[in-house]
């Protein structure tokens, strides 16, 4: 399978996304802000073990992740490696809000996506 056309196709649905954030009420997107944002700890909403996306994910969004509960492996975050990551709004959508919901205790604000999505999206190998 050639995954360059993948690549480029996350490449153009991030700013659109992002676009779709700032109309929500983002700012500019800044991705030293997404990054701290990725590796942040939150109190756990359950008053569990405090929780990151990096918890889940892992540090390096250039490589697999291993989910804290079901420990199964997760692909790459960032699209330079996976590439199909950011190319269906909805999916992104449906995991913002059940990722932030248990890392966060809430849903993440349309700038913190942005931050994230943008993050992601300029890691390189």
């Not at 997107?29 to 590796?39: C, E, M, Q, S, V």
């Not at 008053?47 to 892992?58: L, Y």
Request: aromatic fraction near 8%; charged fraction near 20%.
């Amino acid at each position: 399978m050639n995954l360059a056309p993948l690549a480029v196709a996350a490449l153009l649905a991030a700013p659109g996304l992002i676009d779709a954030y700032r109309a929500a009420g983002a700012g500019a997107p800044d991705a030293a802000r997404g990054r701290a944002f990725w590796t942040q700890s939150f109190a756990a909403p359950d008053g569990g073990v405090a929780r990151a996306c990096t918890s889940c994910h892992g540090p390096d969004p250039l490589g697999p992740g291993r989910h804290v509960k079901t420990g199964e492996v997760l692909a790459a975050m960032a699209p330079a490696v996976e590439p199909t990551r950011f190319t269906d709004p909805a999916e992104v959508e449906k995991w913002f809000k059940r990722n932030c919901k248990w890392t966060v205790g809430r849903e993440c604000t349309p700038q913190e996506k942005a931050d994230v999505v943008l993050f992601l999206t300029e890691v390189k190998r």
